[in-house]
């Protein structure tokens, strides 16, 4: 039998596969020898993962074999039994036995390979790590890199500590409507570390004392401390990050301003810190930071939101230049925060007026610098919040937000599309060990990028 036989065969063959799998009954894939896995054509992967609705949770841990390469270990809570139809495991022995004929797979080029794990959702990225120390290997390939690259990023997640267990962090993924709980082991377990800034697939951590810096990959746990800064803030600082090219490969910097002007900024190439550009004339200090306004990176511009007087601080990394907009804020604003979408910046604010409570978004005019609003939560659940203390956090950016609205009785996490202009409620956040609920104290949004390194 020819090679384009043998691949028709292989085609009939997995039709057959998916006709006797494509009820969902197949609750989670199979268990396969490894030894096997790498053989099976990259067409079968996909109709295991995507018809596995992912109800079970996982941790990925990573590992160390004998021979010191890391592998990840997948930590699966029991499924649910389901009666199943036919036995999708026998027909997986029977292709890969009689149709996988290595010496036709060996052949098949290794990009092509690359180009579809690249395309998997990442919790079946860190699943097939597993398989061999091949596809674990693709985590330090450059070539992997690219290729995760040219992947368009729909949707971010959401990295975040809780008031429950502020030393660990956890991560939502809107795709999947899922909750993991991460650690990064090389953290220093004595102090509360917050996740300040995002930029690739990496998030910045401050210290609560604002000495120290760390920068953390937190899917593989890629760790670094950065170097001590020239001089000490005690104050709030506002933190941005911002990448060189398209990629963490290419470097990225990391700013940091106080109200008073200090600032310096961080490049990962040269891993050190330097004074930037002052602050021309025009410009007065000192101002009020709003310390939970996540900072907004637009090109190679990075903006800070501040009051008294209210406005937006602009530095342009590229050529080390200070613009500010003065706009003023929208009446009875409270907890608010600045996002991006499509390169425009917003304001999304929780506005408080007598014992109502509603969330907005605002548009900045850049001609007339005021906010014109562009969305608003629905007013049912508007109703929900009446003549409540609410306090409101917020983690989203790149078009999805994740709002954290909390009173004494109340723990609500909400998600805003800005593209569809839909609002959706979020799974309740629980405690790995137990069924108590957790609260958001702060976060970021991040795009996975699991090939990302500190």
């Known amino acids: 039998m020819d090679e384009a036989a043998a691949l ?30 790498p053989t099976l054509s990259l067409s079968l992967l996909f109709i295991l993962e995507f018809n596995n609705p992912l109800e079970y949770d996982f941790c990925g841990l990573l590992m160390k074999d004998k021979s010191g390469t890391k592998m990840v270990e997948v930590l699966e809570s029991p499924p649910c039994k389901r009666q199943r139809k036919g036995n999708p495991a026998k027909a997986i022995s029977s292709i890969s036995s009689d149709i996988m004929d290595q010496q036709i797979w060996k052949n ?12 998997l959702p990442t919790e079946s990225f860190f699943r097939f790590r597993t398989v061999c120390r091949k596809w674990n290997s693709l985590l330090s390939s450059t070539t992997f890199s690219h ?52 930029a690739g697939g990496l998030i910045c951590f401050l210290d609560l004392a604002h000495k120290n810096f760390y920068v953390s990959n937190p899917l593989t746990g890629s760790f670094k401390e950065l170097p001590p800064r020239s001089y000490q803030v005690w104050s709030r600082v506002a933190v941005g990050m911002i990448l060189n090219g398209k990629t963490a490969g290419n470097g990225y910097k990391i ?12 490049d990962s190439i040269h891993n050190s810190w330097t004074h930037c550009a002052g602050f021309p004339p025009t410009i007065k200090l000192p101002f009020s930071l709003n310390f939970r306004s996540q900072t907004v990176s637009i ?48 304001l999304v604010g929780l506005v408080t007026k007598n014992a109502a409570n509603c969330v907005y978004v605002w548009e900045m005019q850049k001609m007339t610098l005021l906010w014109k609003e ?11 919040l009446y003549g409540k203390h609410v306090r409101m956090t917020c983690l989203g950016n790149h078009g999805l937000l994740m709002l954290s609205l909390r009173s004494k009785r109340m723990n609500r996490l909400v998600i805003c599309n800005l593209a569809t202009k ?32 500190a």
């Open 108 to 119: 098949f080029p290794e990009d092509l390979f690359e180009a579809v794990i690249a395309r």
């Open 8 to 37: 028709r065969q292989v085609v009939r063959k997995i039709r057959e596969l998916c006709q006797l799998i494509a009820s969902p009954s197949l609750d989670r894939p199979h268990r396969i020898n490894p030894r096997q896995m």
């Open 374 to 384: 562009v969305d608003r939560m629905p007013n049912i659940w508007c109703l929900e």
């Open 255 to 266: 700013m940091w301003l106080g109200c008073n002007g200090d600032h310096e900024i961080y």
């Open 147 to 198: 290729q995760i690259a040219e992947v368009p990023q729909l949707h971010p997640w959401f990295y975040a500590v809780t008031h429950e267990n502020i030393a660990k962090g956890v991560m939502y993924n809107p795709a999947r409507r899922k909750w993991h709980h991460i650690s990064i082991p090389f953290l220093p377990t004595k102090t509360v570390f917050l996740p300040v800034a995002s």
């Open 422 to 453: 839909e609002w959706q409620r979020v799974p309740e956040c629980l405690h790995p060990h137990g069924k108590k609920r957790q609260t958001i104290a702060c976060g970021t949004a991040l795009h996975p990028f699991p090939t990302a390194l």
């Open 299 to 346: 090109g190679s511009t990075i903006y800070f939101m501040h009051t008294e007087p209210s406005g937006i601080l602009a530095y342009d990394v590229a050529i080390g230049v200070w613009k500010q907009f003065l706009i003023p804020s929208p009446p009875h604003l409270t907890d608010h925060t600045l996002a991006e979408y499509e390169g425009q910046i917003l």
